[in-house]
């Protein structure tokens, strides 16, 4: 099984769920199974994570270049902040990252991402809370 885990994925997948659902549990691939399941975990956790990336990154813009300000940064703010409360209701366990640690290290990349892309310099520390992040706290009008 670990062979064809490695050479086709979507396939390996669809044997493990026709062995679990038909009980044939000394059949499945173990090892693997572990790790994709660690691995849902973590994807949940980084889509949370790029969703708030993505706001801080818009926000730096909205707040550092009024003059340039967007309908398309409102709405990549406002989705994003969809998103969050959807994945924070299909997962309310995610809501463990929702803390000033996770935002500090997620607004580095944001940072370098707004930097790279207007040539800004922006604080080092980060100037949002996790309510601005999540909440309409700031004007977007």
């Known amino acids: 099984m670990t062979i064809l885990y490695e050479q086709d994925y979507g396939l390996w997948a669809e044997q493990m769920a026709d062995l679990l659902s038909e009980g ?3 059949e499945l691939d173990i090892e693997n199974l572990v790790e994709e399941v660690r691995d849902l975990s973590k994807r ?3 889509r949370l994570l790029s969703s708030m990336r993505l ?5 730096l813009k909205w707040d550092y270049q009024a003059h340039l300000r967007s309908r398309s940064w409102q709405i ?5 902040r969809l998103h969050i409360t959807r994945y924070l209701k299909d997962s309310p366990s995610l809501k463990r990252y929702l803390t000033d640690e996770w935002l500090a290290e997620t607004y580095v990349l944001a940072r370098l991402n707004a930097q ?12 949002y809370s996790i309510k601005d992040v999540l909440e309409s706290t700031v ?3």
Do not use: G, S, W
């Open 44 to 46: 949940e956790r980084d």
């Open 116 to 127: 790279k892309e207007t040539d800004l310099e922006f604080p080092a520390d980060c100037p």
């Open 76 to 80: 990549t703010i406002q989705r994003e």
């Open 55 to 59: 706001i801080l990154h818009h926000l």
């Open 24 to 26: 044939r549990f000394a």
């Open 139 to 141: 004007n977007l009008v």
